[in-house]
């Protein structure tokens, strides 16, 4: 089972930050936490991963709490092509397999 | 560099009759995973291989399905005796090496009829 919570939905007006939030409080010190997003009904697309420090590249931000027990995925200016399905997922270093939960489905409005 | 490849992107199959599905990992990967998503569901990891080698399959199910990933070709996802609710969205993806970076094709629809 998904070792993760998040939001079902969510709206985010077009050029706005979209912040997606997940909750991971059995999260181990040796799990990282992963974000991929499923674009209608593409493969899914990875987007960013960390372990306790805040991490950016040029798709996303990836903020964990110092517990690490929840992070946000941020998206700085949503587009309308940022509309799909985003998940958040915690994976054991070097593990071979993803635990997909259901993600949250991110609605970006003109 | 291509990406990973997967086909045929839709698949119908009759109740009975078998389905293959076949996966081509990025140039340089050599670890290669299955996964299926039903309608309106999150992906489901099935199966994890290098090649000749089947190294989990834990989330395969334990009849009608197997896997391979020859020396040379793609890997092959079989269904056998193929039912309704085989239908599916089976995504593969690659990766070099053990808990890299994973980069998923873009599936094949298997619907049965």
């Known amino acids: 089972d998904a070792k993760t919570t998040q939001p079902t939905s969510m709206d985010c007006a077009e050029g706005r930050a979209a912040n997606l939030p997940c909750n991971h409080s059995t999260i181990s010190g040796n799990e990282y936490v992963y974000w991929y997003r499923q674009i209608h009904s593409q493969g899914p697309q990875y987007i960013i991963h960390g372990l306790k420090n805040n991490e950016t590249n040029e798709m996303a931000s990836l903020i964990i709490t110092e517990d690490r027990k929840s992070s946000t995925l941020i998206l700085p200016h949503a587009t309308l092509r940022d509309t799909a399905v985003y998940y958040c997922i915690v994976r054991v270093a070097r593990s071979d397999k993803l635990i997909f939960g259901t993600g949250t489905r991110l609605q970006v409005f003109p | 560099n291509a990406g990973v490849m997967q086909n045929p992107r839709h698949l119908v199959r009759r109740r009975g009759q078998e389905a293959r599905l076949r996966c081509s990992p990025m140039k340089g990967h050599s670890h290669v995973y299955w996964y299926r998503q039903l309608p309106e569901e999150g992906l489901k990891f099935m199966v994890y291989l290098q090649k000749e080698n089947i190294i989990d399959e834990s989330g395969m199910p334990k009849e009608r399905f197997s896997a391979e990933f020859p020396k040379e070709g793609p890997s092959i996802l079989r269904i056998q005796q193929v039912v309704r609710g085989d239908s599916a969205a089976y995504f593969c993806?690659?990766?070099?090496?053990?808990?890299?970076?994973?980069?998923f094709g873009s599936g094949t629809r298997l619907t049965v009829v």
């Open positions: 993806a690659s990766s070099p090496a053990t808990g890299g970076g994973y980069t």
